[in-house]
């Protein structure tokens, strides 16, 4: 399987459970917000960017010292640390036995980063520990945080990269391979900043995984949620495309006789958008990315390469916004005489979490008085990857204003403490619950 020619399909199926939730909320035990924000600011003092933001991408010299610091933080706590072949590090609690529940998120950051997206859940997952520790609570099972490598994609593609090969869906070998836009090898680069671990991948299976996230998008605030219990993550197609016409005088070659390949590009922009606004509901495109060449004031673009992403939270709608993509393409070369060239990057199916997960969240958020919307996730995430081989969800608070990936990013404290005290109320419910009683997944 090519890094680039991902094809993950999901049939994780269960019936609606409900968690034995009031045997495990204890609604004194809370987490301590002062030492959850002061990890979240010294963390952003490592690689920042004006705006408060951070640029951490993914194996690079910045990463190394925002792994660093967290893996001391793991050290002070105590905790079993591994770090698997594929750079994800895992903080372990070593208290019960049997498959840990695992929570975590990641801490690389796009180029235009905000201080929340993935550290939050990383941060959280170490203060639920520390909280429980603290209380002298004893579990049943041990509890797991983790960072994953190259959740971003920004570096190295795809994203959830590390997370992927954690879970299986792609070999170890494959990925090392894998370059990055810089031109460097990931396994090299794993290598310079001395995080290729030898814990081997496929990682252990958690007996349940649960991730918290900002949700970076603008529904929970505008419809005043304080927590989002995640049902799903919704489809994922990106595409390469590339339009090959022919260079020309700008000022000479009469527009009915050009082969403009920036033309082509702005037309297939246009009809993403389109396209998107007549599917309506969860379907969303994007064209984030666009080279020409020879990229001069006074030339026709001989060449255009283009990125286009796709997503909808139903997979057959997203079948059908491939194919009229597709068709469309074929259209456009035909009529304008070019060649025109697409390449699948990625292709994640839908995912849809544990019911029972989902049920949990939802049953502690109403527990603890706070306003909760159960909602699919626009974005990519861990989460979908571990969703492959063990009970998942996922928890989001609200972003303001539903920016993310921009050093504006912001989520009031407010809400980042009451989703750190969803988590750990459900990381222990988690703990205590025997899934295999049950009816299990199919």
Not at 75 to 98: A, Q
Not at 157 to 170: F, I, K, W
Not at 228 to 239: E, K, P
Request: negative net charge; aromatic residues 6%; charged residues 20%.
């Amino acid at each position: 399987m090519s890094a680039f020619d991902l094809n993950i399909s999901y049939t994780y199926r269960v019936q609606p459970v409900s968690l034995p939730v009031a045997l495990s909320v204890n609604k004194t035990l809370t987490i301590n917000a002062d030492r959850l924000m002061r990890r979240l600011a010294d963390l952003a003092e490592v690689s920042p960017i004006d705006g408060g933001g951070n640029c951490r991408l993914a194996l690079t010299a910045q990463d190394k010292l925002g792994r660093d610091l967290v893996m001391n933080w793991m050290t002070e706590l105590g905790l079993s640390i591994t770090v698997d072949t594929i750079g994800n590090v895992i903080g372990t609690w070593d208290t019960g036995s049997g498959a840990p529940v695992m929570t975590g998120s990641h801490i690389d950051t796009v180029r235009t980063g905000g201080r929340f997206d993935g550290n939050y859940g990383v941060l959280a997952g170490l203060e639920v520990i520390e909280t429980c520790q603290t209380a002298n609570l004893e579990l049943p099972r041990p509890l797991s945080v983790t960072f994953f490598t190259n959740e971003e994609g920004a570096r190295f593609a795809p994203d959830m990269l590390g997370s992927l090969v954690y879970a299986g869906a792609m070999q170890v070998e494959e990925a090392l391979d894998i370059v990055a836009i810089d031109g460097a090898r990931l396994g090299d680069e794993l290598r310079t900043i001395g995080y290729d671990g030898s814990t081997p991948c496929p990682g252990v299976v958690p007996h349940a995984f649960v991730e918290l996230h900002i949700e970076q998008g603008p529904i929970l605030e505008a419809e005043g949620f304080v927590i989002g219990a995640v049902t799903g993550v919704q489809g994922i197609s990106w595409q390469e495309v590339v339009i090959e016409g022919q260079s020309n005088h700008a000022g000479t070659t009469p527009m009915a006789l050009r082969h403009d390949a920036a033309y082509i590009a702005a037309r297939l922009t246009v009809f993403l958008r389109e396209l998107a606004l007549r599917y309506g509901q969860h379907q969303v495109c994007t064209v984030g990315k666009i080279d020409l060449f020879p990229n001069l004031v006074n030339v026709v673009a001989a060449r255009a390469t283009l990125t286009l992403d796709v997503r909808n939270t139903d997979n057959t709608v997203l079948q059908k916004a491939e194919q009229e993509i597709a068709d469309f393409i074929k259209v456009l070369a035909s009529q304008e005489e070019v060649t025109i060239s697409t390449r699948q990057l990625v292709r994640f199916d839908p995912v849809i979490f544990d019911d029972r997960v989902i049920s949990l969240v939802e049953s502690i958020a109403h527990d603890s008085k706070l306003s909760v919307k159960t909602m699919p996730s626009g974005a990519g995430h861990d989460a979908q990857m571990l969703a492959r081989v063990c009970p998942s969800g996922m928890i989001f608070v609200p972003s303001v204003k539903g920016i993310s990936h921009n050093a504006a990013e912001f989520t009031h404290t407010a809400d980042l403490v009451a989703g750190a005290n969803v988590l750990l109320q459900s990381m222990i419910a988690l703990a205590h619950h025997d899934f295999n009683s049950q009816a299990s997944a199919s």
